[in-house]
């Protein structure tokens, strides 16, 4: 089954792909990899999800956020590679979540990107990955990631 389908039956729709919001690619490919610039979490009406995780929002909220992160990001690489079923496996995720002092499962959060690559890619969504918490994100967002992912190149 591809990746659309499985999106599909999962009910979730790709946002538009995002404009980069400054002088950067979203999507970088070197041969077999491409590298994911950090993508923040939008709602499907366009409004950004913010504020901290431990105060503003609950973590179930954050991890909500960084599922939408994932929408985002393969949205980028729909762009990209014109079909998702070109991904070959997720390499490596780095995300950063936007939390109190005191909060603690940043790894649970991240759950939210995590899982759906896995929902949408099954074993080959599993990647290397790390998950630390941050003061401030940009406009205040709850969280931003980045990845690489290996693609097919014929």
């Known amino acids: 089954m591809n990746a659309e389908t499985r999106l599909a039956e999962l009910n979730r729709e790709l946002p538009p792909p ?3 919001a400054g002088t950067y690619l979203p999507v970088l490919q070197i041969g ?3 590298y994911l610039s950090g993508h923040i979490p939008v709602r499907p009406d366009g409004s950004l999800i913010q504020g901290k995780v431990g105060a503003d929002l609950s973590e179930a909220e954050g991890r909500e956020a960084a599922r939408a992160v994932g929408l985002a990001m393969l949205a980028s ?4 590679l014109g079909s998702l079923d070109r991904v070959i496996r997720m390499v490596k995720v780095l995300g950063v979540v936007n939390a109190t002092p005191d909060f603690r499962n940043h790894p649970g959060v991240i759950n939210g990107f995590s ?3 896995v929902d949408v890619f099954g074993d080959a969504g599993r990647a290397a990955r790390s998950a630390i918490g941050a003061s ?4 205040n967002v709850a969280v931003e990631i ?4 290996q693609v097919a190149t014929d």
């Not at 690489?77 to 990209?80: D, R, T, V």
């Not at 401030?136 to 406009?139: A, E």
């Not at 980045?146 to 992912?149: G, K, R, S, T």
């Open 18 to 20: 995002p404009e980069p």
């Open 32 to 34: 077999d990899l491409c």
């Open 77 to 80: 690489l729909k762009q990209h």
């Open 115 to 117: 899982d759906l690559m």
């Open 136 to 139: 401030s994100l940009p406009l």
């Open 146 to 149: 980045e990845a690489i992912v």
